[in-house]
């Protein structure tokens, strides 16, 4: 079955600075890579997310990346700010009615 | 719209009892998923609901866990004789039933804490 590694698992950065964060997936039929904030108490909430027929979506200050041949998927958050501190999860899937696996979480810190 | 909605929020209960946690997805949402969130980990896929079809039970960690679906609405997922180790959080999601489309969207919870 699919595999879902990420990095790091915590990350700490400054206020208005880039924070970065990869995954890595096993199944080469995995087309279907969503990302979810999950703040405290809360359920995951998805934020972007990118289909394999494109290498790069962004939304604001929000981007994710893509590349297949290498089997890995990026998170980038330009211009960080404290309401943006919360655990991030990346996932896979092969689309449609297929469940998600998800990797283990980053927890990110912005601090003022 | 209303999103997924789980009951309850949280849930306190003693060793060798049962439990039962309710789901209502989206609606118009075909597709229902429960997943298992243990402190500090990911989210681990227990079973899935598509429609009128049987539903995916490959992630159930064992014979104590069930869960039914009626119709393309509420759903409630029923632990055994609960353990310690099933203390976790239980999130339900749903998503559309459009098999080009993946995204699913998540309730926020219950916490079960097994005494």
């Known amino acids: 079955g699919e595999n879902v590694e990420q990095h790091p698992s915590t990350l700490s950065v400054q206020e208005g600075d880039s924070a970065v964060i990869k995954c890595t997936y096993s199944?080469?039929?995995?087309?279907?890579f969503p990302w979810y904030k999950q703040e405290l108490g809360k359920g995951p909430q998805l934020i972007i997310d990118i289909r394999s027929n494109v290498g790069e979506k962004k939304d604001q200050r929000i981007a994710v990346t893509l590349n297949k041949t290498a089997k890995h998927f990026s998170l980038h958050i330009t211009e960080t700010q404290p309401e943006d501190s919360a655990v991030y999860f990346c996932a896979a899937s092969k689309g449609g009615y297929s469940t998600l696996t998800f990797g283990k979480g980053t927890m990110l810190l912005v601090s003022p | 719209g209303a999103g997924v909605s789980q009951s309850p929020s949280n849930k306190v209960t003693e060793k060798g009892k049962d439990v039962e946690l309710r789901c209502d997805p989206i609606?118009?949402?075909?597709?229902l998923y429960w997943y298992r969130q243990r402190l500090g980990q990911g989210l681990e896929f227990l079973i899935y609901?598509?429609?009128?079809?049987?539903?995916?039970k490959s992630g159930l960690p064992s014979d104590r866990f069930s869960a039914e679906r009626t119709g393309e609405s509420v759903s409630t997922l029923t632990i055994q004789r609960t353990q310690q180790e099933d203390s976790a959080v239980y999130l339900c999601a749903s998503s559309l039933g459009d098999s080009r489309r993946g995204e699913q969207y998540f309730g926020p919870g219950t916490r079960l804490t097994v005494t």
């Open positions: 609606s118009g949402h075909t597709a």
């Open positions: 609901f598509q429609g009128n079809s049987a539903p995916d």
């Open positions: 199944d080469s039929a995995s087309n279907y």
